[in-house]
């Protein structure tokens, strides 16, 4: 098949925040669910934990788990490439128009 060009190819748009929660939240129940099913009942606490998380969150508004994965680096958005022809509307100069 045909090969995309890296420079033409669109920017994929991060995961929204709110989805990196549910999956980062679900992650962390289903790990601490096998671990007390498989290792030690104390695991059961962690889930509790993120349980409460997820409580306080709705009950407040304000997502620990959110601020930590806001400032993570793959959920940022890439830059479009800046194009080099600049169109007259957005010339604040009338120098590189003329």
Do not use: H, Y
Not at 26 to 53: K, Q, R, Y
Not at 59 to 84: N, Q
């Amino acid at each position: 098949m045909g090969t995309t060009d890296k420079a033409t190819a669109p920017a994929k748009a991060p995961v929204p925040l709110v989805r990196e929660v549910m999956m980062a939240a679900g992650a962390m129940l289903a790990t601490f669910t096998a671990l007390a099913a498989l290792v030690n009942p104390w695991f059961l606490a962690g889930t509790g934990f993120v349980g409460m998380g997820l409580f306080i969150a709705g009950l407040t508004g304000i997502c620990p788990m959110a601020t930590v994965l806001s400032k993570m680096p793959w959920g940022r958005a890439t830059a479009a490439p800046k194009t080099a022809n600049k169109s007259r509307a957005a010339c604040s100069s009338k120098s590189c128009c003329s």
